[in-house]
């Protein structure tokens, strides 16, 4: 298992930060803007770090990934010009080293539900979210190209039997991959096309930015069948309720927000997109287990399969 402080411990190495203040300087030069004070570094976790800069129009953000992450940067200069705002445009993007600049995109969602003491704007950001999985359809090649996991409903059996081959102490009540791939095959009959999906959208993804609510964080995304972020999002999140109790909200109206567009685009009925959401909100832990597998974390793994076997079939 990799030492944590070794993987932390380069974020902070003084040859990185150089290259990258010099970097965020060169990338704002170009838009005449320029660092007027102390760029602080608030976030560093194993596998990304984040520098807040301040500048004579307001503060940016810098982010770096790991290798696995590295996609970050690429998939939302993608996905941003598709988004009706929803997603924010880069700032300054490279694919090479992963290395993104954003604009401040203001209060997390977390924040303001903490002191609206409600989850009623969950349902705006599901409704637009759905609508930016609906606009990247005919992008999957391009998210593909610019490294986005593939994690596909014809890949993903395939991925769940290699990730249980070397994860030890396994529930051994995990059906086997054929059992993936028939719900796999069910859920593929409905039609629904495979798109981005952002695979880790909570309430520290979301922000409110110029007044609307966007989505950051594509570090985790991948491609699949857009309703795998279900999982997540109403069974990991939502369900909790403001207070973080298991099953306080209810989750209908978050499901119908969700579902709206799909309805308009698909010729499905409510009965038939409902069905769909139920096989993916279990289908979607097998891909947040697989395509969120940390060899450092591999708790995390068994909680995502966990929460499949406690998904109702």
Not at 85 to 107: E, F, I, N, Y
Request: charged letters at 25%; a negative charge.
């Amino acid at each position: 298992m990799p030492d944590t402080s070794e993987l932390t411990t380069r974020w902070r190495d003084p040859a990185f930060l150089e290259a990258a203040q010099a970097w965020i300087a060169d990338r704002l030069a170009e838009q005449g803007r320029s660092v007027v004070g102390t760029v602080e570094q608030p976030h560093v976790t194993d596998w990304s770090t984040v520098l807040r800069v301040p500048t004579d129009g307001g503060p940016v953000w810098f982010k770096a990934n790991d290798d696995a992450m590295r996609h970050e940067a690429a998939v939302t200069a993608l996905v941003a010009p598709l988004s009706d705002g929803r997603v924010p445009m880069p700032l300054a993007s490279d694919p090479h080293t992963g290395w993104l600049l954003l604009a401040d995109a203001g209060p997390r969602l977390r924040d303001v539900i903490a002191e609206e003491r409600s989850l009623e704007r969950w349902l705006d950001v599901l409704e637009a979210y759905a609508r930016v999985q609906l606009a990247c359809e005919d992008e999957v090649d391009a998210l593909l190209a610019a490294g986005l996991p593939d994690c596909r409903l014809t890949t993903l059996p395939g991925a769940y039997d290699a990730l249980l081959a070397r994860l030890d102490g396994a529930d051994p009540r995990l059906p086997g991959a054929d059992a993936i791939a028939d719900l796999c095959d069910r859920l593929a009959a409905f039609g629904i096309r495979e798109t981005v999906q952002h695979d880790d959208l909570h309430d520290g993804q979301v922000f409110l930015g110029t007044g609307v609510h966007q989505v950051l964080d594509w570090g985790d995304a991948c491609v699949s069948h857009p309703f795998f972020t279900l999982a997540v999002t109403l069974e990991g999140v939502i369900a909790w309720g403001v207070d973080d109790v298991a099953g306080s909200e209810d989750l209908e109206p978050h499901l119908a927000a969700y579902l709206r567009p799909y309805a308009e685009r698909y010729p499905l009925t409510d009965a038939e997109l409902r069905e769909a959401a139920r096989l993916a909100m279990r289908l979607g832990w097998v891909c947040r287990a697989v395509n969120g597998a940390l060899p450092q974390d591999p708790g995390g793994t068994h909680t995502r399969l966990g929460m499949f076997l406690a998904v109702e079939t």
